[in-house]
Structure formats: structure tokens, C-alpha cells
């Protein structure tokens, strides 16, 4: 048996290429649980990976994609019964392990999942590792105490992968939301969404007061850097700031005043390597609150071939929503 992968390679001209790859170079990788991939998707760290903006892979050669949806053609474990459908995010997929931008992938049975009822094989890739990492945003804010009639809760990068699922499903939970984008073209989009207020992400960018106007009640930043220290520096008296990604950078120019004279808290979000439950519970909460009308709102469709060309947009921050790819086209 052989099938069509993205392959990087670390020592060639182009660094990817559309490889076809025998079963026998999949099986040698480590894993219990043969998985025919259905659709996979492109995030954030999927674009630095085919873009090469950043050490991601740390194997080589390797096949990315952190995400995917697929049915199960054999489980050596025991855990998952062929057909069964069953979703992968994250374990380091497309980074030390070879990932979903292929047709089948070999993974290890704890990492998956089964494809909640109520969601079809697409939708949970149009969700992917961006939608789950907001979901767990989101969870983190509500299990916080967060109340909408608090106040405003903003999410930065809202035109995003994460950002789009964010706004989406804190407004379906009652929640008035305010969206920050470097894309002020994009608000129909995001009033599609549910946002009630749109901000130029530009404002929070720049190095500011260590502590300003209390604006927000919960915050879901997934740029980081000065933007993070300005959210913090804004949120209200006990309110927390869910932390999920680094788009601006990795640094946090901030100071304590926040957490001490506010009282605020800073949770960070990791959908790596998060639990089985935590997982689930994020994935109920998606499947509940997140209806079809959305997802086919933010949903595009593209082939493996056209997976490097997205992914150098979303670097460049030139692409809206989330990009599911069809791996058998």
C-alpha cells in the first residue's frame, strides 16, 4: 500500500515536497492504531512548519499536521474497534512524530479521541487544534466564574483560526464580546460571528502603561508579547486572561501590578499535551454550542497541494477563518 504525504526534509533545496510513501516507512514510526485520514487542517504551527519560520519539526523527515479525523483500520491496543471514527490534536504530531497531511497516519491510541455524534468528519476539522484550543480558552474562563453580565470579554487575533472559534463560542454562551484584528475589513465576518465590538489590534501592540482602564472581564490572547502585557494591564479587578499563543512573540514585557493590585490571573492553555478529559470536555463543549451555519462560515476547503501556499499567507496574516484540508484531492 502507498499514499500521498507532505513530506519535509531538512537537507533540499525546496525543504517540502507531495510525496506517495509505502506503508512500510508509515509502520516504522511508533504507535498501536492505523487511522485512514479523512480530512487534517492547517494551524498556526502547521505554517511554521511548511513555511520553516521556525525550529517546529525537531525529526526529520517528517510528515506535518498536527490535526486530523479519519477511521480506524486496525488498533493493536484494544482501545478503538475498526471504522471507528476518532479525531487527533496535538502529542507533538507533525513535530517529533509524523503527523495527519497524508492519507493514512500511525499513532498512538491514548492520543485520539472518537468524533463526537453530533459532528461530522469535516466540522471537526474546521474546529481542529485551533477550534479545541479555544474551547479550552473558553472553559477555563467559564469554570472561572466569569459571568456575562461582568462585562466585555475580548479576544485578540480574532480573525484566527483560534480567535474565530473563540468569539464564536463565547458569544453562543451569552457572553458580549469584543473582537481585537489587525483585519478591520473583516467585520462582517466577525459580527457573523458574534462579536459587538471590534478593535485595531494595533492599539495593543505598542508598549503602554503597566496598568490602564479596566475594560475587560476575561481575555483569550493568542498573540502575546506587548500585546499580552497590555491586555493584562486592562483586565478588571479579578478577572483572568486565558493564554494560548505567541503570534506577536514569545516575550511578555509586563509588570506585576496587574496581578497584585488587580488581582487578575493569568492562566496559560496548553493543547499539546492536555488530558483525555480535558479533551473530551472541550470537544463536548465545541460539539453543544457550535452550530453548522458557523462552521460553514468559517470553514474553506483546500488540497495537500495547496497547504504550503496557505500557510505562507497565515504567516503573513493575509487569510480569515480556518482552512480544512481534504487530503484525498
Not at 507532505?6 to 509505502?22: M, V
Not at 498501536?32 to 526529520?60: G, M
Not at 475498526?82 to 512524530?97: K, R, S
Amino acid at each position: 500500500m502507498s499514499f500521498n504525504a507532505i513530506l519535509l526534509e531538512k537537507d533540499t533545496t525546496t525543504g517540502f515536497s507531495l510525496r506517495n510513501i509505502n506503508k512500510e516507512q508509515l509502520l516504522a514510526q511508533e504507535g498501536d492504531t492505523l487511522i485512514e485520514v479523512l480530512y487534517s487542517s492547517i494551524n498556526y504551527k502547521d505554517a511554521l512548519a511548511l513555511t520553516n519560520k521556525s525550529p517546529i519539526v525537531r525529526q526529520w523527515p517528517m510528515v506535518p499536521g498536527i490535526d486530523g479525523v479519519g477511521k480506524v483500520v486496525e488498533c493493536n491496543s484494544g482501545r478503538y474497534q475498526q471504522n471507528d471514527m476518532v479525531i487527533l490534536n496535538g502529542w507533538g504530531c507533525g513535530e517529533t512524530h509524523w503527523g495527519c497531511l497524508a492519507q493514512y497516519a500511525y499513532l498512538k491510541s491514548d492520543w485520539l479521541i472518537p468524533l463526537p455524534n453530533n459532528l461530522t468528519p469535516y466540522q471537526a476539522m474546521v474546529i481542529g487544534t485551533a477550534g479545541y484550543t479555544a474551547a479550552l480558552c473558553v472553559k477555563r474562563i467559564v469554570d472561572f466564574g466569569v459571568r456575562p453580565e461582568q462585562g466585555n470579554i475580548l479576544v485578540t487575533g480574532a480573525s484566527g483560526g483560534v480567535g474565530s472559534i473563540a468569539v464564536a463560542l463565547l458569544a453562543k454562551l451569552g457572553y458580549q464580546v469584543t473582537a481585537s484584528t489587525s483585519k478591520m475589513n473583516d467585520n462582517n465576518y466577525l459580527n457573523r460571528l458574534g462579536a459587538v465590538n471590534i478593535i485595531d489590534s494595533q492599539t495593543l501592540k505598542v508598549a503602554a502603561k503597566p496598568l490602564q482602564k479596566e475594560q475587560w472581564s476575561a481575555v483569550v490572547d493568542v498573540v502575546g508579547s506587548h500585546t499580552l502585557a497590555n491586555v493584562c494591564a486592562q483586565t478588571q479587578y479579578g478577572g483572568i486572561v486565558a493564554c494560548c499563543g505567541l503570534a506577536q512573540g514569545m516575550d511578555f514585557p509586563a509588570t506585576v501590578a496587574p496581578f497584585i493590585l488587580r488581582g487578575i490571573t493569568l492562566a496559560g492553555i496548553d493543547s499539546v499535551m492536555a488530558s483525555y478529559d480535558k479533551r473530551i470536555a472541550a470537544w463536548d463543549l465545541l460539539a453543544q454550542h457550535l452550530d453548522e451555519e458557523i462552521l460553514v462560515h468559517i470553514g474553506n476547503t483546500i488540497t495537500l497541494a495547496e497547504c504550503v501556499d496557505t500557510a505562507n499567507k497565515m504567516i503573513a496574516g493575509q487569510i480569515k477563518g480556518r482552512f480544512v484540508v481534504d487530503v484525498n484531492q
